[in-house]
């Protein structure tokens, strides 16, 4: 028996690696949240290791977004002190 989300959560996963960033939150809350009901529900779900993926692809592009945002943030405001200071 397979989890309903668990393709949905893979793909959201990857996608947000390879395109979209932003989708990287939604796959990494709706991970934890399919997480928690496997392992609450007493049934055996065959693509665990599927949600997991996806929500390990969907941490790996939360980070990395947030990094990209403060390297951005970083390099405007020291363009700013840079053209105050000139």
């Avoid at 941490?59 to 945002?69: E, F, K, R, S």
Wanted: charged share 10%.
């Amino acid at each position: 028996m397979t989890h309903p989300q668990g393709t949905t959560i893979l793909v959201l996963g990857i996608l947000s690696l390879a395109l979209c960033q932003i989708l990287g939150p939604v796959a990494w809350i709706m991970g934890n949240k399919t997480l928690r009901e496997i392992d609450t529900s007493g049934y055996y779900y065959e693509n665990r290791g599927q949600v997991n993926a996806g929500k390990i692809c969907g941490m790996i592009a939360t980070i990395l977004m947030i990094v990209v945002v403060v390297v951005y943030a970083l390099i405007i405001g020291f363009a700013i002190v840079m053209s105050a200071v000139n």
